[in-house]
Each structure stands twice: as structure tokens, then as C-alpha cells.
């Protein structure tokens, strides 16, 4: 990718190369959200620890691998964004700001509207890619972590368990899987690259790894730890397209 030629060549001549700009666009899971609790007014929130998110993650790698090549990472992810949302606030939140990279990942929130909302989700990635490409930006699509498949028994009845039964009956009833694999097809049809973090989960899953685990609100955001998956994933796409 031409990230990788911008970073060499500002490594090989600090003085004089600009720095690589890296733009991340997506919902809670891109934003570095956590775990879940209800507020004093028995409303939703979550944990907000941007430090532990990929993006975050991202950083540090480089800056291993291109010590003296700083890079200016951009998180563009909002809790509760769907592809819709991104296309609308596509323009304030990345194309703006220049980057050279932008990786985009949707479809938790999007296969909350099921099957009908499919068309939507692929119309609206469709125009994110579209419009970067017109910006020359180079895009990687991410696929998401799975969502839980079984409601945790510590979850009590109450909001926090409703929202927990949606996504697994989501996630068990393989409209995700439907989301996930028309996000891909259409990355084909394109020539975006995809970093396949969906496929890694699922492997994990049908090999004896209790996926439910791996996730920090035992719904839908995945742990601190495992969001190094996404890191070395992206990671590994960016060195090899």
C-alpha cells in the first residue's frame, strides 16, 4: 500500500517527508468502548478507554516498526453509528482531514435492523467507498468481532439483558453472517481489501474458543486484549495488499 511507502520513505528521510495520516471509521467497537452499565436514570452507557482501542494498538506497532516516523491516527468512531451514519458524516469526520489511510468497519449496529436494513448497509458502504476513492484514499474495510451467542447468566433482567438477547439471537440466526458476507461481496466488486477479523472469530469459535469471553460487555464489544487481533490484522493487510 502507499501508507507503507509513505512511512518507509519518512523513515529514511525524517526531515523532509510528510507524515502518514491514518483515518479509522466505525461505531463503539472503533470509538474504544468497553463494558456496559446502567446510568442513575437506568439508561445504557459504556466504558470509554480509547488508550486500549485498535486504533491505539495501531500506534504503538508503528512506532516500533518507524521509530522516528510519526503517524497521525484519527478515530472517527462513534458508539452507536451504523454505515448510514458514517456515509453522512463522512466528509466532516475523515475526507476533511486528509488521511491516506482509511479503515472502515460496520455491521454491528446495522444487523440490528435485520434482514430488511441489508440493502441500506450496502448502499451506504458503497458510498463511503465511492467517495474516497474520488479523494485518493486508500481504504481497508474491517470486518467486526462475532457478538455473543449465548446470554451471560450474570446478566440480570432488565435493559442490559433485552439488548444482550437481541444480539445473540442476531448473531445465532446468522444475520450478521448475511451482513458480513454482502459487506465482503461488495469489497470484491470494488477492489477494497479486506482485513477478515469476522472469519478469525468465527474459526475461533467453531475450534472450542468460547467467543463470549473474548468480550468485554459479554454482548458486543470485544476486550481490551483482543483488540490487538484488529491491530496485527490490519497490520498484517497493510504489508501485504
Known sequence: MKIIEKLAARSADNGNQPTATIAFLGDSVTQGCFEVFLNAKNELETVFDQRASYEADMSKILSVLYPNAPVTMINAGISGNTAENGRCRLERDVISHRPDLTVVCFGLNDSGFGLAG???????????????????????????????????????????????????????????????????????????????????????????????????????????????????????IMFSV
Not at 137 to 154: Q, Y
Not at 187 to 212: A, E, F, Q, R
Request: aromatic letters at 6%.
Open 118 to 236: 441489508l440493502e441500506q448497509y450496502v448502499n451506504a458502504l458503497r458510498e463511503i467507498f465511492s467517495k474516497l476513492k474520488e479523494n485518493h484514499i486508500e481504504i481497508i474495510f474491517m470486518t467486526p468481532n462475532m457478538m455473543a451467542t449465548e446470554v451471560d447468566p450474570r446478566i440480570h433482567a432488565g435493559r442490559i439483558r433485552d439488548a444482550a438477547e437481541k444480539c445473540c439471537a442476531i448473531q445465532r440466526e446468522g444475520i450478521l453472517d448475511r451482513y458480513i458476507a454482502s459487506a465482503k461481496e461488495l469489497c470484491k466488486d470494488m477492489g477494497i481489501p479486506v482485513c477478515d477479523c469476522y472469519h478469525i472469530w468465527k474459526t475461533l469459535n467453531s475450534s472450542g474458543v468460547n467467543t463470549n469471553n473474548l468480550l468485554s460487555n459479554q454482548i458486543n464489544h470485544p476486550t481490551r486484549e483482543m483488540n490487538w487481533l484488529f491491530a496485527v490484522e490490519l497490520l498484517r
